[in-house]
């Protein structure tokens, strides 16, 4: 069973930098057949997919337009995870951040981290 | 990019009744190659992330109970729940996987009547 445990802090100042990570077990971030996903979802955006990364043969990426120049998401296969980096954050950036695993839909979602961005 | 626009935006069911959830797509999610339609259901309850329901547009997940049931093509889609249960009050939405960026419908709240 595939599971996905994600971590990082709830309260990011603005400007600064939101990183999150998600442990995966029962797959690999290497995987051939999967995508490793970010997603937030607020009430004003409602459920907005920000990027992926996944492996074929070599590491691939894609983002959302949206956050394109501030994003980054990364592997890590020494511990089987990814992470997400949103740079610059502000106000509008606060939402709830979930990483979630694709086969081209999303059948495997983590709990979900409320991160509110505040002075 | 494409838009997804589901409809009602909220509903109210009578237990035992039926409830029925649209879902249209600005383009059509239907890949000519394989004759699959990449559009996926997905119910969530407050406090939980999204769980996926329906995919290729009427392929129930494993687990999902049979009372709910995905259709349509191209454009059009629907998701019914043949007797609602007042474990299905929750939202729900739509999401399609033809092309990036990977949009999900505005959601549908489900209530019981």
């Known amino acids: 069973q595939v599971q996905l445990q994600q971590s990082g802090p709830g309260l990011v100042k603005p400007s600064q930098t939101l990183s999150l990570t998600c442990a995966i077990s029962g797959d690999s971030v290497s995987s051939n057949s999967a995508a490793w996903n970010w997603i937030r979802q607020s009430p004003s955006r409602g459920l907005e997919w920000l990027g992926r990364?996944?492996?074929?043969?070599?590491?691939?990426?894609a983002y959302a337009v949206s956050v394109k120049s501030r994003i980054t998401i990364n592997a890590d296969t020494s511990k089987n995870q990814f992470s997400l980096q949103l740079n610059s954050m502000t106000p509008e950036d606060t939402a709830v951040y979930y990483c979630?695993?694709?086969?081209?839909?999303?059948?495997?979602w983590g709990q979900g981290t409320l991160v509110t961005v505040s002075s | 990019d494409i838009v997804m626009t589901q409809s009602p935006d909220s509903l109210a069911v009578s237990l035992g009744e039926r409830a029925t959830i649209n879902c249209k797509s600005s383009q059509s999610v239907l890949y000519n190659s394989n004759n699959k339609n990449y559009l996926a259901w997905y119910q969530q309850k407050p406090g939980q992330p999204p769980n996926l329901l329906i995919y290729?547009?009427?392929t129930r997940e494993s687990g999902v109970p049979d009372r709910f049931s995905g259709s349509g093509s191209g454009t059009d889609f629907t998701l019914t729940i043949s007797s609602l249960q007042a474990e299905d009050v929750a939202v729900y939405y739509c999401q399609q996987y033809f092309s990036t960026p990977y949009a999900f419908g505005q959601g549908t709240k489900l209530e019981i009547k």
């Open positions: 979630a695993r694709s086969s081209f839909y999303y059948n495997r």
């Open positions: 990364t996944y492996y074929r043969s070599s590491w691939y990426n």
């Open positions: 290729w547009a009427s």
